[in-house]
């Protein structure tokens, strides 16, 4: 469950802008303040059920947007692509070759 809550959180961060309003309020009082479906159908005077729908919905939506657009993949390269390069500079003498190979494949996820 904490992988997907986090990987939620991700995609409501890249892509939250392509979401109506109420899409936005009712995953971020879910995923990003904690609330309870019973709390957001609280207070929106909607029902449980009519959260629930909606949350799952936009689950599908992110997802969707992330297959076609792949802004969250692109950054967990990214960050893996850096943590390779941090470790290659540590050591004494790193390779150029091996540092303008990680070069090169962040340069390609532009």
Known sequence: MLEKTT???????????????????????????DYSLGEIAEEYDVSRQAVYDNIKRTEAMLEEYEEKLLLFHKFQERVRLLNQVKVLLKEENPSKQVLSEAVAEL???D
């Open 7 to 33: 990987r939620m959180n991700y995609l409501y961060d890249f892509y939250y802008s392509l979401l109506t309003p109420k899409q936005q309020s009712y995953m971020s009082l879910y995923y990003l303040d």
């Open 107 to 109: 340069e390609k996820l």
